[in-house]
């Protein structure tokens, strides 16, 4: 539980830099709380995904 809590975090944060960064970069307006949302979620399917193919033999 404790790994998904920390890739939440840390896909929120990652999100915000690079969609502030986006955002500047095209000229459109950022909005935080749907590019933490949306990267939140892209992390918690990407480590899932990760863990099914590269954990251990259980």
């Known amino acids: 539980m404790l790994k998904q ?3 939440i975090l840390w896909a929120f944060i990652y999100g915000e830099v ?8 095209s000229g459109a307006e950022f909005n ?3 590019s933490g949302i949306i990267c939140g979620v892209v992390g918690i399917v990407a480590i899932n995904i990760l863990d099914h193919f590269v954990g251990s033999n259980r």
């Open 5 to 7: 809590l920390n890739t």
């Open 18 to 25: 690079a969609g502030y960064i986006a955002g500047a970069l």
């Open 32 to 34: 935080w709380v749907t």
